[in-house]
């Protein structure tokens, strides 16, 4: 490049009117002229191969550092991994440090919730459960729900609420039931579903008439030494006379039945009061019935 520009700039030279003039009337000239491209052209070949090596040398130091960059790009970008792994164990162990802890209430929530639709074994203080309520609920607040069916041993379906908080699970079958459950203290009072026998049927109309209440025919109330608990049996005898009597518990129970049924389950009842460190405090029988009751001795 160099040397085609500087031959374009010697010939315009050469072809100025007075160096024109001045080659014509000197010929020797003539040879001197005709000696400079063999003298020009190695010393342009020297220029040309000093610029080659430069660029060369250039070309080499601009791959070697490319090379360079490429590393440093590499190792960068393992440290930024290596940086975001760190960061992130940190952030999972704040995590973990700041999470709050699992409350018994909640573990014993996650096993009743595996356990939904089961029925289980109930204790309550030194007795248990006639009949094996099916767990129906669990609610977000850790509340379990505890339905008991319409049925032989129950005249009347009803639903207890426990606290998990407020219960003990011993996950060791009883017969059908996968876990035995002992309730300390139910939350609030029991709540009364008819004649219902599905938990689905408890926002339906009542299936079977309702028990026409009459006198009371014989009570029981029952007291625990140092506690404030207290337990109490009452039966009722219908109001048309008839051989049907109701048996009203404060644990929730209200099964009907003639008068040897009523009698039988009276006595049971009262028995597993006993035995749950409850003493009679005061007791009372109603007279005048038709069909004669076989409560206990007052």
């Known amino acids: 490049m160099i040397a085609a520009i500087i031959g374009w700039v010697f010939a315009l030279i050469l072809f100025w009117p007075d160096i024109k003039d001045f080659l014509w009337t000197h010929p020797w000239w003539h040879s001197f002229l ?5 003298i020009a052209v190695p010393i342009l070949a020297w220029f040309e191969l000093r610029h080659s090596a430069e660029a060369n040398a250039l070309r080499a130091d601009a791959n070697r550092l490319r090379a360079e960059a490429n590393v440093l790009q590499d190792q960068i970008g393992q440290l930024t991994v290596e940086l975001n792994a760190e960061r992130n164990a940190h952030l999972q162990q704040i995590a973990e440090n700041t999470k709050k802890p699992v409350t018994q209430a909640e573990r014993n929530a996650n096993i009743l919730r ?105 009570s029981v109330t029952f007291a625990k030494p140092g506690s404030p608990e207290r337990r109490s049996l009452y039966v009722y005898a219908s109001k048309d006379g008839d051989n049907s009597f109701l048996l009203e518990a404060s644990t929730g129970e209200r099964p009907m039945g003639d008068n040897v049924e009523i009698s039988k389950r009276f006595a049971v009842q009262y028995v597993e009061y006993l035995a749950a460190g409850f003493t009679r405090s005061s007791a009372s029988a109603g007279g005048g019935q038709r069909y004669q009751l076989f409560l206990p001795q007052y």
């Open 34 to 38: 005709v000696a400079i491209p063999g």
């Open 114 to 218: 595996r356990h939904l639709g089961a029925n289980v074994a109930v204790s309550e203080g030194q007795g248990g459960w006639p009949t094996a309520p099916e767990i129906v609920e669990v609610s977000d607040d850790n509340i379990v729900s505890l339905f008991t069916p319409h049925g032989y041993s129950s005249g009347r379906a009803f639903c207890v609420n426990v606290h998990c908080d407020d219960l003990e699970i011993i996950e060791i079958p009883q017969g059908s039931c996968p876990i035995r459950l002992k309730v300390l203290k139910r939350h609030g009072d029991p709540v009364q579903l008819g004649e219902i026998t599905k938990w689905a049927d408890r926002f339906q109309k009542e299936a079977v008439p309702v028990f026409a209440k009459g006198d009371c025919v014989g």
